[in-house]
């Protein structure tokens, strides 16, 4: 019998449209399913509504059954039914920091165990063995402020599992988490399932790591799970069905799925193969078609040469330029890419080298106090103008730091920011920050003030000024100024939300929305202010797919409009994608800032898993389309 | 060195006692021999938790300067006292009893600020929340988890600001001249302040939602609340508590016996100083108290005491346990 079995279940809020129809599904026990959708597509209600006490109050049809008994929504938890089950079900939720209830390691593992009323010699010897499972030993007397990101989440995963529950419900919990923790987050909930035989029930945008621990996918989209099954069988119908979702996608599967159609007129034997699904069977995969790489004879070329035959696709086309209009349309998409390297890239390529230099850093020293180690040591960077910079490091690095001295908030004590050539002290506040330089800081939240997205969008639009609102001035300058602003401002954000991708949740509260769909209200809110130079902390944290996409889309188009953007972040595969160059932010420096292909195609750790798929045969091609559009070549010829 | 103080690591009820009996009798008895005695042996600790730099420091910026105020300002508003030094012209007096009795409030000010020292590092939160719950035992969790948001809240604070100050100054810009003038920038920071109090109120019932969504994900109000607490009441803790009681008893006895009696208004009389003849309550009181108020020190003595002779055994030990326990069976089968 499945532990959980949804049958035709359908929710709706109150006063609300149905979320969720006709879901069905099952959770084995000791099964590891992985629940995928987009932003916003009702995981997280879904995954509420299997908890008896979590469940938001609306219109429920259809049944939840756990271990064949109905579970319903109860609140209080009042009958002991409901409690059991409550009891018998872990939930560890998005927003690591929320989560914690008390302000000592000890005591918030301790705290579900007090609320059973256990004593305390059987609570100690719990805590005791959950802490040693967990590691948790070293930072067992500390406080919870004092803990990573990654450390927190694996405390609310740490508390919940100390209640010894059946099933455990995590929502989206490494979305907020840098790529090593979040790595050693999914390794830990594949001991619980393997080790302990935990079901596990969890909501994932990214497939590519936990995917090889997953016994079963459901894939949610339009309010209902439209595909399910192993993932295996299901990822291909995943791509088949829903095109639009297939970026999620572990990028061998993508590779494979996206090059099949020409692979098969050539070897129709290749396509009889299962879909490959980690860097390994990708590697095997390319390697039944193309034989063995030519470079694992001489590897010690691999790393900077491209390869002879085969010359990489790069994405920038030379459409770059200065545009007059102000105005970036910002609905229109760049250029796909397509085509080998070509004289435009090489012009493009020049172009970049002899445009004036936006942002500059010059040996920057930093830290926090006197008695606190240097976070950065003579860091140098320089930025052109209508450049995308991506900085990629480990957490802890200083790169929020950097964005932070960059952008003038903290002051280096050694060294100097230049903007445009002018010293980043010389420039007054009130003009750093009015269409210069726009930041996006690392926790969308502290950006929202008004109650509703539109609001507070419209907040930073140049405003009609006090004098403007006075009825009599009105009367003598005549009417109409007013409204046709107030018509300016709704279809600029009209506008950059379709971009984005957001237009649905106009009309909702900010703290509402998911984390994804915060992180793009937040970058949209910066881009209104028009902003020449851009710096990102984290752009894409919680952002599925498809956002990233629309994200890269218009950062090209704001590169066309010559606005310089510097990012940091732990998104590799987006970096590659996004930005011109890259560098690596080591030891309190930058270093080995190069063009994205070369930066990544030399790197043998810090790379994208499409480069890892293919870099013995196409040293030089670090994205997903990139490696398809050589295959598809080398195939042809 | 606070790692392994002995008295730190004690059950925080003896921590409690003792700190509350020894400000306690500083305190109400004003005897200059008790203040000294108290002064020094906090002082004492202090350098043994927190180094003599951070003590040295300590007395030099704050307590010095404290004395100095607190030793001047008394006799400027207190007249009160029998020993007539000078008439101000106003007809107010300067008085003998006066400046004594300003030095010896400067001595108690100094004393509790000492003590404190040693509280902060001795008392830690969570030894803190743990004795409230004793007494309320809602209370402690409620402690706890205002612990856990003060901290959550400031720093949310911090990024919000700086964040609004990303978000610049467009709208102190005015549409019709484009420039800025010094009123707009003013109702700009106001509307600015107020934006920030208002996004933060909204952060914080936000944060409470997804507090109680996981407290009532871990089964909180279900049952009846065990308390759990990671300290050991042992018997050890319960002979220094004894010890604690008992000390304090006999310098209370001995305060109320007159052994300790300090009067400073009208005319000045101090047991075994002044006026007053030392009894064998005096010399009880002050021995008892000299020891006691240096009890965390002794127990540092004790340990280091312990740990060298446990070595030594130890190093003994070793020798004679050349031989294997099971030896001795061996040698009988054979």
């Not at chain 1, 099933?167 to 907020?176: F, K, S």
């Not at chain 1, 079963?216 to 595909?227: K, N, P, R, S, T």
Request: aromatic share 8%; glycine share 6%.
């Amino acid at each position: 019998m499945a532990l959980i079995s949804v049958r035709d279940f359908g929710f709706a809020f109150p006063q609300g449209e149905p979320l969720l129809h006709s879901v069905s599904c099952d959770v084995e026990e000791g099964s590891f399913t992985v629940l995928l959708g987009a932003n916003g597509s009702g995981k997280t209600t879904f995954l509420k509504q299997l908890h008896p006490v979590l469940a938001d109050a609306g219109t429920r049809t259809g049944s939840v059954l756990w271990q064949g008994k109905p579970l319903t929504r109860d609140s209080s938890a009042v009958s002991d039914s409901s409690t059991a089950i409550a009891e018998d079900i872990g939930f560890v939720m998005q927003r690591s920091e929320s989560q914690i209830v008390t302000d000592k390691v000890w005591h918030e593992l301790a705290f579900g165990l007090e609320n059973l009323g256990l004593p305390s010699s059987e609570i100690q010897r719990k805590v005791a063995e959950i802490s040693t499972f967990f590691g948790i030993q070293e930072w067992f007397d500390k406080d919870v402020s004092e803990l990573s990101g990654g450390q927190k989440q694996i405390l609310n995963l740490a508390s919940s599992m100390v209640m010894n529950p059946r099933l455990l419900i995590l929502d989206e919990p490494t979305a907020q988490l840098d790529p090593i923790s979040a790595d050693s987050f999914i390794q830990m909930l594949h001991r619980l399932n393997y080790e302990l035989g935990v079901t596990i029930l969890v909501a994932e945008h990214e497939l590519q790591k936990i995917l090889p621990f997953a016994t079963q996918l459901l894939f949610m989209a339009e309010g209902h799970i439209a595909v399910s099954g192993t993932p295996q069988e299901a990822i291909p119908q995943i791509m088949r069905r829903y095109p639009q979702y297939a970026a999620a996608m572990p990028q061998a599967a993508q590779i494979f799925m996206e090059s099949r159609t020409d692979v098969s007129r050539e070897t129709s034997a290749v396509t009889q193969r299962p879909i490959p699904l980690t860097i390994g069977e990708g590697q095997q995969w390319i390697e039944s078609m193309l034989g063995e790489p030519p470079q694992r004879t001489q590897k010690e070329r691999a790393g900077r040469e491209p390869a002879p035959v085969l010359a990489p696709t790069l994405k920038h086309e030379s459409e770059s330029g200065p545009v007059p209009a102000p105005t970036p349309e910002l609905s229109s998409a760049p250029k796909p890419a397509s085509g080998l390297q070509t004289e435009a890239e090489e012009q493009s390529e020049d172009e970049r080298v002899t445009a004036p230099v936006a942002l500059e850093a010059r040996n920057l020293w930093f830290r926090y106090g006197a008695a606190e180690p240097d976070l950065l040591r003579g860091l140098d960077l320089s930025v052109r103008k209508g450049e995308i910079l991506a900085l990629v490091g480990s957490n802890g690095s200083g790169k929020s730091t950097l964005i932070s001295l960059l952008s003038g908030v903290r002051r280096p004590y050694r060294g100097s920011v230049r903007l445009e050539g002018k010293r980043l002290t010389r420039i007054p506040e009130e003009r750093l920050f009015d269409h210069y330089l726009g930041v996006l800081p690392q926790d969308p939240q502290t950006m929202f003030v008004k109650s509703t997205v539109s609001a507070d969008l419209a907040s930073v639009l140049p405003p009609v000024s006090l004098v403007h609102r006075l009825p009599m001035v009105d009367r003598l300058r005549g009417r109409g100024n007013e409204e046709k602003l107030a018509e300016r401002e709704k279809e600029e954000i009209a506008q950059g939300a379709e971009a984005l991708g957001i237009t649905e949740v106009l009309d909702r509260h900010p703290f509402d929305l998911s984390g994804g769909e915060q992180q793009l209200v937040a970058l949209l809110k910066v881009l209104l202010l028009r902003p020449r130079i851009l710096l990102l902390d984290e752009p894409t944290k919680g952002l599925d797919e498809e956002a990233k996409k629309r994200v890269i889309e218009l950062l090209q188009l704001l590169k066309n409009h010559g606005v310089t953007t510097v990012m940091v972040t732990h998104d590799i595969e987006f970096a590659a994608r996004a930005a011109d160059r890259a560098g690596l932010f080591f030891n309190g420096r930058v270093v080995s800032v190069e063009p994205v292909n070369t930066f990544f195609s030399s790197n043998n750790f810090y790379t994208t898993s499409a480069s890892r798929i293919a870099r013995d045969w196409f040293p030089e091609a670090v994205t997903k389309d990139e490696v398809i559009a050589c295959l598809k070549h080398s195939i042809r010829s | 060195m606070v790692r392994t103080d002995p008295f730190t690591q004690c059950h925080p009820l003896v921590n409690f006692a003792f700190f509350v009996s020894v400000l306690g009798i500083s305190m109400f008895c004003l005897h200059p021999i008790i203040l000294v005695i108290s002064y020094l042996s906090a002082t004492l600790y202090a350098i043994a938790l927190k180094g003599f730099r951070h003590v040295l420091t300590l007395n030099a910026a704050f307590i010095l300067p404290g004395i100095v105020v607190v030793a001047l300002i008394n006799p400027m508003f207190n007249h009160n006292g029998v020993t007539l030094l000078y008439t101000f012209d106003n007809g107010n007096s300067l008085t003998l009893e006066a400046i004594v009795y300003g030095i010896v409030l400067a001595g108690t000010l100094a004393v509790a600020t000492s003590w404190f020292v040693s509280v902060n590092a001795v008392l830690t939160r969570d030894k803190f929340v743990y004795a409230v719950g004793r007494i309320f035992p809602t209370a402690s969790l409620i402690l706890s988890m205002s612990f856990r948001f003060i901290p959550l809240f400031i720093r949310q604070y911090k990024a919000t600001a700086v964040s609004q100050k990303y978000l610049g100054s467009a709208r102190a810009r005015t549409v019709s001249t484009g420039k800025q003038n010094w009123w707009s920038g003013k109702w700009q920071k106001v509307r600015t302040a107020l934006a920030v109090t208002s996004a933060l109120f909204t952060w914080s019932l936000e944060n409470a939602i997804h507090v109680s969504d996981s407290m009532k994900a871990r089964a909180y109000g279900h049952r009846r609340r065990t308390s759990y607490t990671p300290y050991r009441w042992d018997a050890r803790n319960v002979g220094l508590l004894c010890g604690i009681v008992v000390a304090a008893a006999l310098v209370v006895v001995s305060i109320f016996s007159g052994g300790l009696e300090s009067q400073y208004d009208p005319s000045i009389a101090v047991s075994g100083i002044v006026e007053i003849n030392a009894t064998a309550w005096t010399w009880i009181g002050v021995v008892v108290f000299a020891v006691f108020a240096n009890l965390p020190l002794v127990l540092r003595g004790v340990a280091a005491l312990q740990w060298r002779l446990y070595e030594q055994r130890a190093l003994s030990g070793s020798q004679a346990d050349r031989r294997l326990p099971y030896a001795s069976v061996l040698q009988k089968e054979d």
